[in-house]
């Protein structure tokens, strides 16, 4: 059996209106919920939650001490443009940068992902 896409994915952090915040901003949806569940959603129904967890430990990123458990690639149309709008949004550049097409960046919540190029 095939998953066409995957509506909703669910992601672990300590406050979740502050990282839903952050994603609504970066991909430019609305951000609904409360202390302990918020959610983003794509006005054609995608949607990303984030759930409190109490005792939360952020990845340590490219270290596997605590694994980066997943994380977001973002495609943009230019890096240097995206890389600034993240950093407004709180967003904090990866020391360790693997490639040229794309760059990786650590949420509020010190989860990765990468700005991509198509």
């Known amino acids: 059996?095939?998953?066409a896409r995957i509506p909703n994915t669910v992601i672990?952090?300590?406050k979740p209106q502050v990282l839903a915040e952050f994603y609504g901003a970066l991909l430019d949806w609305p951000v609904q919920g409360d202390r302990d569940w918020c959610t983003i959603?794509?006005?054609y129904g995608d949607s990303i939650s984030f759930q409190?967890?109490?005792?939360y430990r952020p990845p340590q990123?490219?270290?596997q001490e605590v694994?980066?458990?997943?994380?977001?690639d973002v495609t943009v149309d230019d890096l240097d443009t995206a890389e600034a709008a993240v950093l407004d949004l709180g967003a904090t550049k990866a020391e360790y940068q693997p490639?040229?097409?794309f760059?990786?960046?650590?949420d509020p919540a010190g989860h990765p992902f990468c700005l991509c190029l198509p």
Request: with cysteine; proline share 10%.
């Open 103 to 106: 760059r990786v960046f650590l």
């Open 67 to 72: 694994p980066q458990q997943m994380h977001l």
């Open 99 to 101: 490639g040229a097409t």
């Open 61 to 63: 990123w490219p270290g």
């Open 12 to 14: 672990d952090c300590p």
């Open 52 to 55: 409190r967890v109490e005792s």
């Open 41 to 43: 959603r794509a006005d």
């Open 1 to 3: 059996m095939a998953i």
